[in-house]
């Protein structure tokens, strides 16, 4: 399961040197990897410097985060893409350029990350970059064709910093018949798993997606199932630029939530109406269903109904809170799951920080213990880019990651991202090839150690 290894005991650990050097064995896998994430509402570039290692191929995955900080997304990048967006007119010309542009935005935090912590790129084995996503058509309708479009080009990115890269995860799932998101199964399962306890990872980004994972007991990492819960933080986010002109981007600690008084109609309205919170998983979603447009309808029905901006905001907080419970209560009992039964959610996401939304979590699961994610040893706000280290790692070695049994295909993905060679790619090959060697394929990893818990970040 997802444990932290014992303390290291004379300054040495297991494959490391006493200068924290990793010490490198001919047939295993050891490698440093930058893993990078931009989510939905632009706030920064999640950067997580992740060190990996693996005995053999069925040996338990030892991993550590090594450095993690969030670089800001330039204004004149984060401006100019929220109001495409929103208003979805765009042309191939400038589509194009933003791809190189946005390419350049991550080579370029590759090199903030690296100067800010007196990182050697040299030191980085491989980078694995989400990119930003523009549009994400996951469920699509009649005539559509599923796809996935995240922008920031691998090739510039390895180019730029001479660290292999790779890209696109999202369309690599979608090409073996999945729907693209959440990606986040693999990390929330080997962090999560527990012999006995039913625990249950809840993320609230821009959008709010939901792993379980039950006891190893009962299937664990076999048996998890996800999806995309609806809107996160996407709606109240947008809520504050409006009320603020764009001065504030967000609710710190949900501080004009609890100022307000909920209109409970204007939440169950909603709730009950949307499509697809009352469809059934497997589901992903985004901005395209739940942006800037669809909360600014909200507003106007709350300013219609006499709501102060703190009481819009404080309706709007409990949609998102409301119908994370919702989604337990409606679908987990159809894959024979009682969310009454689940001992532990951890939070994860910048919602997890908003009192409102975990004190409505607490008093709508009294029988769950909320915790932070960080409990793990890999703090909540780099468990994405996280996950996307390890997918790249994945990638290069062609091992097919865990796949929750909710999905639309089960089929194992042996193409996870699109590879960008670096200057060490001959030696990462070289790595990867002797990494079980002779063969034919490489089991999915359902076990994974922390070596040492990351204490350093502090949001």
């Not at 300054?11 to 490198?24: E, I, L, M, V």
């Not at 930003?132 to 058509?137: A, G, K, S």
């Not at 059934?280 to 106007?300: A, L, S, W």
């Amino acid at each position: 399961m997802g444990s932290i290894s014992p303390t290291m005991q004379n300054g040495t650990a297991n494959g490391h040197q006493s200068n924290g050097q990793p010490t490198r064995v001919a047939g295993t896998l050891d490698l440093t990897v930058l893993g990078m994430n931009s989510g939905t509402a632009m706030d920064g570039i999640d950067c997580a410097l992740v060190h990996y290692r693996q005995e053999s191929p069925t040996s338990p995955l030892h991993m550590r985060v090594l450095k993690y900080d969030e670089i800001p997304v330039p204004q004149k990048m984060k401006k100019p893409i929220l109001q495409m967006l929103r208003e979805t007119k765009t042309t191939p010309s400038l589509m194009s350029q933003l791809n190189v542009q946005l390419g350049d935005m991550f080579a370029d935090a590759v090199h903030e990350f690296c100067a800010k912590h007196q990182v050697d790129r040299d030191s980085i084995d491989l980078i694995g970059s989400h990119g930003q996503t523009i549009w994400l058509l996951s469920m699509p309708k009649e005539g559509e064709t599923r796809s996935a479009f995240c922008l920031g080009e691998g090739t510039i990115m390895s180019a730029k910093t001479g660290i292999t890269t790779v890209t696109d995860f999202r369309q690599a799932e979608q090409s073996v018949g999945r729907q693209g998101a959440p990606l986040v199964a693999l990390i929330d399962g080997l962090l999560l798993r527990h012999p006995t306890r039913m625990r249950l990872c809840q993320n609230i980004g821009g959008i709010a997606n939901l792993c379980l994972i039950p006891p190893d007991s009962q299937g664990g990492v076999d048996a998890m199932v996800d999806w995309d819960c609806g809107p996160g933080n996407m709606f109240i986010d947008a809520a504050m630029r409006h009320f603020t002109d764009g001065e504030m981007e967000y609710d710190k600690d949900g501080a004009w939530a609890a100022q307000g008084t909920v209109c409970q109609r204007i939440v169950d309205d909603f709730l009950n109406s949307n499509d697809y919170i009352n469809r059934h998983p497997p589901k992903t979603t985004g901005r395209e269903v739940f942006g800037d447009n669809e909360c600014q309808e909200i507003i106007y029905d709350c300013l219609a109904a006499g709501l102060s901006k703190y009481d819009t905001l404080a309706t709007i907080t409990r949609i998102t809170a409301q119908n994370i419970v919702r989604q337990y209560r409606t679908f987990l009992p159809s894959y024979k799951i009682d969310p009454e039964h689940i001992v532990d959610i951890y939070m994860c996401g910048g919602g997890a920080r908003n009192p409102e939304i975990i004190k409505y979590l607490k008093a709508a699961m009294p029988n769950a213990v909320i915790r932070k994610l960080d409990e793990t040893g890999v703090p909540a706000d780099a468990k994405e880019a996280v996950s996307f280290a390890q997918q790249a790692v994945e990638a290069v070695l062609g091992r097919a990651a865990l796949v929750p049994i909710n999905s639309d295909s089960l089929e194992p993905n042996l193409i996870s991202g699109k590879i960008s060679p670096g200057k060490k790619w001959r030696d990462l090959m070289t790595m990867a090839a002797l990494f079980g060697e002779g063969a034919s394929s490489l089991p999915t990893v359902k076990e994974m150690v922390v070596d040492k818990a990351y204490t350093d970040w502090m949001p």
